[in-house]
């Protein structure tokens, strides 16, 4: 069975900067793009950050370029998420989740999520 | 940006009641829309791909229909694991999502 495991969250402050990891097993990571998908307390879901399965393209959404770096580690099966200039509006779960196939807008396997709080 | 709409945005039904929610897209998307399943406290979980095609393990009482831009889910006879809340989201631009801003199906 796919697995999805999402660490690195926690209590940050604004301006501060924090790094989300997704370890992934059970499929060949390497081939699939993977994204970033947030959803702050209470509200619906926003995608974030998506890296492709293959060429090393990344994208971000409008409301992160510029402070949000996604990376992978193919070797070591892990997806990254690197937050910087951290706001009060970034506070959300953070999901990481794996696209049907390299060219798929279908997230078919989606991490449990990990918590991101950024408060004084 | 493509913007996702769905309507209502919460209902109440009841146990064996055919529900329907509807999503609408900013622009034709073709079919490249999904709709996605999320009880509180979980991840999302994929309902529906490609508008209309049911994801492996999910009960055939889920459908999806439409294209262009207004699609709808419809679930036929509701059961007591159903009560969730249901997004849309478009994949035309891929890998840049949109996701609608959700349906909270409550117990009536």
């Known amino acids: 069975e796919v697995q999805l495991v999402e660490s690195g969250g926690g209590l940050v402050h604004p301006g501060g900067s924090l790094r989300l990891s997704c370890g992934a097993s059970?499929?060949?990571?390497?081939?699939?793009?993977m994204s970033w998908v947030r959803q702050a307390p209470g509200k619906g879901l926003e995608w974030v950050s998506a890296?492709?399965?293959?060429?090393?393209?990344?994208y971000y959404a409008d409301s992160v370029k510029g402070r949000f770096t996604i990376s992978r580690d193919n070797s070591k099966n892990t997806l990254f998420l690197q937050m910087n200039s951290l706001r009060a509006e970034d506070t959300a779960v953070y999901y990481c989740?794996?696209?049907?196939?390299?060219?798929?807008?279908?997230?078919?396997?989606w991490g449990q999520g990990t918590l991101v709080t950024v408060s004084s | 940006d493509i913007q996702m709409t769905q309507s209502p945005s919460s209902l109440s039904a009841s146990v064996g009641d055919r529900v329907t929610i509807t999503c609408r897209a900013s622009q034709d998307i073709s079919s490249y829309l999904n709709w996605y399943q999320q009880k509180p406290g979980k991840a999302p979980k994929i309902l529906i791909y490609a508008a209309s095609n049911l994801q492996s393990g999910v009960p055939s009482r889920f459908s999806g229909s439409g294209s262009g831009t207004e699609f709808t889910l419809t679930i036929s006879s509701l059961q007591p694991e159903d009560f969730a809340t249901y997004y849309c989201q478009q994949s035309f631009l891929t890998p840049r999502l949109t996701f609608g801003g959700g349906t909270k199906v409550e117990i009536k």
């Open positions: 890296f492709s399965g293959s060429g090393g393209t990344t």
């Open positions: 059970n499929f060949t990571f390497s081939s699939y793009a």
């Open positions: 989740a794996r696209h049907r196939g390299s060219y798929s807008g279908t997230l078919d396997y």
